[in-house]
């Protein structure tokens, strides 16, 4: 999902704080601390990094090249494993038989299975590939304001973790109730509206 | 600040009131909303709308599609004590047309159809070519973003119990 494709989902945050040192070195150094690996981790099921929107199978974030105008455009990007159940199914049972024809047994205990079974998902993880999934985000450092173009609700929790760790800033989803306080400029009086309202209608 | 997790579940009914309102203003009186976009050409429901129903501790909805859907089943639903959940929404400012979801209880936007933009044909085209995505993307938030907060401010006023729920209510009953 991109800025580029023909449709967009849009997420939009609020960023709070601000960075320590010039914005676009500091962004570049916590782009390429947290860029995903070029080379998988066999054994994991899934990496979450920060990629570059031109080139999202190979990071490239040189000579500031996530910087477009007064915006930053670089993407985060998931690869995870995915093994078909049925797949499973097939060298469990397969295993299983195996086992029963080796020890010369009829029956397993339940954590012989359950071991059998493990030993299927770990082989299968470390032979199938990971499937990458790339989202774009916008982030306008001088309003404070980003926009990550998925509306996944586990993409957007993967987001708010790494932009933590990169760049020591929290991000903020733009709900109903942090829009009206964060960008709808409130009076006292209406925070403290605000506040009962949502109080009242939860004890409904 | 709330937990964002407590202020989620707390505060949905308040996207998705904003939401009814909106059609009601679509409905009603679209010139108003030129004060949050001066080159406001039109702004019409789309072809998908949700509505939900959560009295009595139960959850009905309602859900209405098609290019030349009618919406009076909607209008309905809201006179029974629903509210808009999600709302498709066909959009045109200057020469501009876009088409976006909007969903009440997170203010997502989805489904956002911008209008043609140039080719990439060069790498050189590239930076042109995200620039006027942003600028045109830009508009819509802005745009979502002004309606929101008109929203909110009447909603803590005293004119939303005076005058506005007894105005939607006239409105829904009116098919």
Known sequence: MGLLSSRNSITRYKVSGQLDGPVHETVYQGLKQHAIPKIEDEGSESIVGWTSVETPYAPNFEGYSFVFGTYMLFALRIDKKSIPPKLVQKYYTLNVSKHLADTGRQYLSANEKKAIKENVINSLSRRIPAVPNVYDLVWDYNSASLWFFTNLKAMNEALETLFVKSFNLQLTRLIPYTAAVLTSELSDRERDLLQSLGKHRSEE | ?175
């Open chain 2, 1 to 175: 600040m709330l937990d964002i997790a407590i202020a989620y579940n707390r505060y949905k009914f308040l996207g998705n009131e904003f939401l009814t309102w909106l059609w009601f203003i679509i409905e009603t009186g679209p010139e108003n909303l030129r004060r949050h976009d001066a080159d406001l050409v039109s702004i019409a429901v789309g072809n998908r709308m949700v509505l939900e129903n959560t009295r009595n501790n139960t959850k009905e909805t309602v859900t209405i599609k098609g290019d030349n859907a009618g919406l009076e089943e909607g209008r309905l639903a809201i006179k029974k004590g629903a509210l808009v959940a999600e709302i498709h929404l066909s959009y045109k400012t200057g020469a501009n047309q876009f088409e976006f979801s909007l969903k009440g209880e997170s203010l997502n936007i989805s489904s956002l159809k911008l209008p043609e933009t140039g080719p990439i044909e060069t790498p050189e085209d590239l930076e042109g070519v995200v620039l006027e995505k942003i600028y045109l993307i830009e508009k819509v938030v802005e745009f979502a973003n002004g309606l929101f907060s008109r929203f909110v401010h009447l909603r803590l006023s005293d004119a939303w119990d005076s005058q506005t729920k007894a105005q939607i209510r006239k409105w829904a009953g009116s098919i």
